[in-house]
């Protein structure tokens, strides 16, 4: 098997906004080199728009972060509400494996319908999640990956959750982008 190394990683979260919200929602990444954070990058994409995966495309590659980076992590496969990630776009414009945690596993059917009836483009988006398919469980958490096997994603989760279940690139993103909006982090990580 191909090892992989993995030790320079993004992790991608948005920044907590009301349902009433209309317009740009702030992303924050926060790079880790192992358990070191070294950057934190900070964007805005569209509520329930399409513009995720070419949002995230140009924070990495223009940073000076991307020439070191091994993984790309997501909180889950949609930011800004239903804005969801092209994540085989994304690999493929930098060259990059993708890898989505979730806390529990998502209802994908009360999600199809949603964007099937109330979602602009959400035929797409639908489609686009079950070309990735379903969410598998891996050590308390569930997970889509493109370009990196299960053995490699139980590797990387494994060097980079030091606290609960969510890797710490993905924890510090969350909590960074909760203090944007709020000014203090709160909730659950």
Known sequence: MHQLRIAHVIGFDDAPFTPDHVGPV??????????????????????????????LTRLVSGSK????????????????????????????????????????????EAIRDALL?????????????ERLGPMEPLREVYVQRVGLTMAQATTVLREFTIEGHIPEPLRTAHLIAGALTNGESRGRT
């Open 26 to 55: 702030k992303i924050v990444g926060a790079v880790y080199a192992h358990l070191r954070l070294t950057g934190v990058l900070i964007g805005e994409i569209e509520k329930d728009g399409d513009d995720a995966a070419a949002v």
């Open 65 to 108: 972060f991307a020439d070191n980076l091994h993984l790309i992590m997501l909180q889950g496969i949609a930011l800004g509400g239903f804005n969801v990630v092209d994540v085989f776009a994304l690999h493929e414009r930098l060259a990059l494996p993708i890898l989505v945690v979730a806390r529990r596993q998502p209802n994908m």
């Open 117 to 129: 009836t109330q979602v602009p483009g959400g035929a797409q988006k639908w489609a686009l999640l």
